[in-house]
């Protein structure tokens, strides 16, 4: 996965929440774009509930799941 092709998750309209689903089986779920922080090679997923903040390489993001996608 690329910056732009996680730009396309992040500045849909309307915002749809998405699961970052690492090479890993690891999965962080995105609920909303203010949650996130996206770099050239890295997204940072923060879960405000859990208190948490997950920093996920995009060489490592193996898919992206929609709820149209899952």
Known sequence: MNEQS?????????????VVVMSSGQRYE????????????????INPDADTVAICGLLHVATVETQQTA
């Open 6 to 18: 996680m730009r396309v998750f992040l500045n849909a309209k309307p915002f749809e929440p998405f």
């Open 30 to 45: 995105a609920r909303h774009p203010e949650n996130v922080v996206l770099t050239k090679t890295k997204i940072v997923i």
